[in-house]
């Protein structure tokens, strides 16, 4: 009799939960860390990560986990531009005016489709709470551009993430060391910005609320996506993007985490992130909206490798934590800035109690750009086709992660220069690293142009450029960690995918669909080239 009892209840809540997946909509919460390496988070890094992630390790136990995921850029701006967007950053235009660090100006207009405009469009209760490096327009005292003199802190942001789409915001207009260090709420600057602060790492002293503490911004910003939730009381289905600062320098822990690593400060600012995972999900327990909750985990780009133990940016020092066996960028060539996989290749953990099997892992390629497709499908929100023309849903790999990925390819940039991806194949659409290596990649791009050009034997022409020895392709399922650099060897291939680049460019889109138009009247291939190629060009 108990048996029949047990087994009764046992089809009931597994009746219940599908009742809940097929019939209510899903909360969607989206937690976006900042310079978070794949390999600083446990489930990825394995034994080569020294940093505990327990909470994130078991939302992957819970959930599933991608290993083939990575981001548009290997720098913030654009790729939360293209998450926010669902189209390639390189397609948007010239930001508008704006001063520096955290006082630049919107990304793109107020008429852009955004994640919040969808949501809003199909019901959903939208929040933002983090960092927002998107752009604002501050009102100023002038009636001038925003700068670091002229910004009236007693009026309201005219632009900011209510212009886009979110019910309820709270945010940092930069990064954690990108003045003004001071928050805004739904337009609205917080407290008083009458001091004048900077902090570790590169120092940058500016504009901040008088009792601004960069060790009390991460708590703050999970504490506020703890409060959006907790206020979602009258069962409609919200959208929460929570953007933190960690482990971004200055690397700022709260004080709670401080010498709580073996790792050290680097390593306890990482687990501070991992934490806010974990407040994440009591919320949701808290307010009985657990299962029926998808729970995106992921972060904007590779690690920095002028981050680490030392407060003070300090270029490569990242190679210290490598020789106490913690490597962020875990088995990848690379940091932040490069167009290697360290800087570009990414965890995205997904977690739905009532729908995603427990345990799973999937190899599909999958860009942070397809983010909007997938909500929308999983929302039941319609996208026209116009909307996220770069974005593929993986909606289906949610329900059965042994399906196949949708996505063939995927469109990827440096600071600059560009990084085409066909399955297996990767082509750097330029010699080195694609970046100045100032803080650390190797090998800088301008040693690494010049070494080419060289091997050329004679002044390249404009066609020549991609071309070996001036671009780099790699077999990732043969070379992971992008030591073979193939393209002398394999001609065709190269022109095809540049050729799938071109195609791209062209048609306004990626995804199937009528063309569309960039917002740039004209995008180069070949990507911030040095000042010495440009000159020897025919």
């Not at 009742?19 to 988070?41: K, Q, T, Y």
């Not at 489930?43 to 959930?63: H, K, S, V």
């Not at 490569?316 to 990848?332: A, N, V």
């Not at 949708?406 to 659409?429: A, H």
Request: glycine letters at 10%.
């Amino acid at each position: 009799m108990r048996s029949c009892v047990l087994h009764l209840l046992l089809l009931w809540f597994v009746g219940s939960v599908s009742a809940v997946a097929e019939n209510v909509r899903p909360n969607i919460v989206f937690i976006l860390a900042d310079d978070l390496g794949v390999g600083d988070v446990k489930c990825y890094g394995g034994e080569r990560c020294q940093i505990n992630t327990p909470n994130i390790d078991a939302l992957a136990r819970g959930g599933l986990r991608f290993t083939d995921a990575h981001v548009s850029a290997s720098v913030c701006g654009p790729t939360r531009a293209a998450i926010m967007t669902g189209r390639y950053p390189w397609r948007l235009g010239k930001a508008h005016p704006g001063g520096a660090w955290g006082f630049v100006g919107p990304r793109y207009d107020t008429s852009t489709f955004t994640l919040g405009k969808m949501f809003q469009g199909t019901g959903y209760r939208t929040g933002y709470v983090g960092k927002w490096h998107l752009g604002t327009e501050m009102t100023t005292k002038d009636g001038e551009v925003q700068n670091e003199t002229n910004v009236d802190y007693t009026k309201p942001l005219k632009i900011g993430p209510p212009q886009y789409g979110f019910d309820d915001s709270f945010i940092l207009p930069g990064s954690l060391d990108m003045y003004p260090y001071a928050f805004a709420r739904n337009n609205v600057w917080q407290g008083e910005v009458t001091a004048q602060k900077g902090w570790s790492a590169f120092n940058r002293v500016g504009p901040a609320e008088k009792d601004f503490q960069d060790h009390e911004v991460l708590e703050t910003f999970y504490r506020e996506g703890e409060s959006f939730i907790d206020r979602q009381q009258d069962g409609e289905p919200f959208f929460l993007y929570l953007a933190l600062t960690g482990p971004h320098t200055p690397t700022s822990p709260g004080r709670a985490f401080q010498g709580t690593s073996k790792l050290g400060v680097y390593g306890d600012f990482v687990m501070e992130v991992d934490h806010a995972v974990e407040r994440v999900i009591s919320a949701l327990k808290r307010n009985g909206c657990y299962e029926n909750t998808l729970v995106l985990f992921s972060s904007d780009h590779g690690a920095a490798s002028y981050a680490g133990n030392i407060l003070k940016a300090t270029p490569g020092q990242i190679r210290l934590l490598e020789k106490q066996g913690h490597f962020s960028s875990g088995p990848h060539r690379g940091y932040k800035f490069s167009v290697y996989e360290g800087g570009l290749r990414v965890p995205l953990v997904a977690h739905w109690p009532a729908v995603i099997q427990a345990g799973g892992e999937s190899g599909a390629l999958i860009g942070l750009n397809d983010l909007m497709a997938t909500f929308a499908e999983v929302a039941e929100a319609k996208l026209d086709a116009k909307n996220a023309p770069d974005s593929i849903s993986f909606a289906r790999l949610l329900r059965n992660c042994k399906r196949d990925g949708v996505r063939r390819n995927l469109i990827m940039q440096s600071i600059g220069p560009f990084v085409v991806r066909d399955d297996e194949w990767k082509l750097c659409l330029c010699p080195g690293s694609g970046t100045h290596g100032r803080y650390g990649n190797v090998p800088p791009s301008e040693k690494a142009w010049r070494k080419a050009v060289k091997r050329f034997g004679a002044a390249p022409m404009w066609n020549d450029l991609s071309n070996a020895p001036f671009v780099q392709l790699f077999n990732l399922s043969a070379d992971l960690h992008e030591d073979h650099n193939l393209a002398a060897d394999h001609p065709q291939r190269v022109a095809a995918m540049v050729a799938l680049l071109r195609k791209q460019i062209q048609d306004g889109r990626s995804t199937t669909g009528p063309a569309l138009t960039n917002d740039r009247d004209r995008i180069n291939i070949n990507q911030r080239l040095p000042e010495f190629v440009r000159r020897q060009l025919k």
